[in-house]
């Protein structure tokens, strides 16, 4: 019983084309990210959203955007994509605002082309 | 803003010795430390979290440390095994701050 999914696992698509992953949590927590793994391996934040609330927004360009359509679930759009924008994204969860610790999703590998 | 460092960035040991991984943070106002296990291609798994009240944690064969004034934390792993080998990540919550702050990351290997 996964605690936070993503989908797609891996995801392969072309310069210019526009992709979605998803994320679910069934942990019941109230605040869900989005992080980026770099090459470098590099973990940083994206997007944050507290109860359907946009909490962090990041210099991430504007090709990106997150929707949450409730609680349990974070989706992240991305728009016009550039090799670039090639790297592991990771979903999490946490309640009481991070306060309680982090749950990870397994990644999302996109690799553009 | 909350810089985290991980020192080494890479550590190989024979199977069966004790190692220590350190992580070191310039902002001391955090309200917790998380340890984290990345194996190749996978996600991350939560090892061990301190929260600012509490200097330790123990799971295991795995002891987290929490120095929150000299801004450090360290991982202990007893006996190592081989399906120890793994890069090791350590990120804490600012206070304040809505998002973990990671670090660079060691990679362990364990050699049979």
């Known amino acids: 019983d996964t605690a936070v999914s993503q989908t797609p696992k891996y995801l392969v698509t072309q310069m210019g084309n526009d992709k979605s992953i998803k994320c679910e949590q069934n942990l019941g927590h109230d605040t869900m990210y989005w992080y980026k793994q770099d090459s470098k391996k590099f973990l940083k934040i994206m997007f944050s959203y507290n109860n359907k609330e946009l909490i962090i927004n990041e210099t991430v360009p504007n090709r990106f955007s997150p929707k949450s359509p409730d609680k349990a679930h974070l989706n992240l759009h991305i728009n016009s994509l550039e090799l670039g924008d090639s790297a592991v994204y990771f979903c999490?969860?946490?309640?009481?605002?991070?306060?309680?610790?982090?749950?990870f999703g397994s990644g999302t590998r996109l690799t553009v082309v | 803003k909350q810089e985290v460092t991980q020192i080494p960035a890479a550590l190989s040991v024979p199977e069966g010795e004790n190692l220590v991984l350190n992580c070191s943070f310039t902002?001391?106002?955090?309200?917790?430390l998380q340890w984290f296990r990345q194996d190749p291609g996978k996600g991350l798994t939560s090892l061990l979290l301190i929260q600012s009240s509490q200097r330790e944690q123990t799971s295991g064969r795995l002891n987290a440390s929490l120095d929150k004034s000299s801004g450090r934390s360290t991982l202990y792993i007893a006996a190592s095994q081989p399906g120890d080998s793994a890069t090791y990540l350590c990120?804490?919550?600012?206070?304040?701050?809505?998002?973990?702050?990671f670090g660079t990351g060691t990679r362990l290997t364990v050699i049979p």
């Open positions: 999490a969860s946490s309640p009481l605002g991070g306060r309680r610790g982090y749950t």
């Open positions: 902002d001391s106002a955090i309200y917790n």
């Open positions: 990120a804490n919550h600012q206070t304040g701050a809505n998002n973990l702050f």
